[in-house]
């Protein structure tokens, strides 16, 4: 059957340490991966995205690696701040355009 | 703000009333999804649509549920006799197609069924 799974419910890191997050998926061949985060009430917020033929994206300390073979998306917060504290989604397409399919989530807790 | 809005962002109904979600995408954008959130769920997909046309909607119930997105106005999603199963947070995300894949959410509405 086809699954996307975020191994960890819930991850909590010390302020300053690198936060990794992975997302495995099954019997799915994507186009793209996305990696969103949900504070409590709210919609989701699109972070990175990262394609099928790319290796690593970045965004100021936001990293987002993307293995095929192992079928496997890592997502890592560098310097992580307590203000980093969120769920973090992780979603695949298996063409462009259509409906993304989610993870259920796992959420970061950063102490001071 | 340019970003996705959706209203109201708080519905109660009662089991058997109807409930409309409406949701305006951000400025440029003709592509709508709607998704729905139950507690201690994933986010699941429900329907796509471009202005007047559906174009997926394997993720809706067969029943009571239906969505369209008109020439002009925004995209309406309707709920049709409710039941305390439809109690959820519903999303709206809106992207510009062609080259750019990336989905922007609006904040949500919760449904309560009473």
């Known amino acids: 059957s086809q699954k996307i799974e975020q191994n960890s419910e819930a991850l909590n890191i010390q302020e300053g340490k690198t936060a990794t997050l992975t997302c495995n998926y099954t019997?799915?061949?994507?186009?793209?991966l996305q990696w969103y985060r949900q504070d409590p009430g709210r919609g989701p917020v699109f972070l990175l995205l990262?394609?099928?033929?790319?290796k690593e994206k970045r965004k100021e300390r936001l990293k987002v690696t993307f293995d095929t073979t192992l079928k496997q998306s890592l997502f890592h917060i560098t310097a992580s701040q307590p203000a980093d504290s969120a769920t973090y989604l992780c979603?695949?397409?298996?063409?462009?355009?259509?409906?993304?399919?989610f993870g259920k989530g796992t959420t970061l807790s950063v102490s001071s | 703000n340019a970003g996705v809005m959706q209203n109201p962002r708080h519905l109660v109904r009662r089991r058997g009333q109807e409930a409309r979600l409406r949701c305006s995408p951000m400025?440029?954008?003709?592509?709508v999804y709607w998704y729905r959130q139950l507690p201690e769920e994933g986010l699941k997909f429900m329907v796509y649509?471009?202005?007047?046309?559906?174009?997926?909607e394997s993720g809706m119930p067969k029943e009571r549920f239906s969505a369209e997105f008109p020439k002009e106005g925004p995209s309406i999603l309707r709920i049709q006799q409710v039941v305390r199963g439809d109690s959820a947070a519903y999303f709206c995300?809106?992207?510009?197609?062609?080259?750019?894949?990336?989905?922007?959410f609006g904040p949500g509405t919760r449904l309560t069924v009473t």
């Open positions: 995300a809106s992207s510009s197609g062609g080259g750019s894949y990336e989905q922007y």
């Open positions: 019997n799915y061949s994507p186009a793209y």
């Open positions: 990262i394609r099928e033929n790319e």
């Open positions: 979603a695949l397409a298996t063409q462009a355009g259509t409906a993304l399919i």
């Open positions: 400025k440029g954008h003709s592509h």
């Open positions: 649509l471009q202005k007047e046309n559906i174009i997926d």
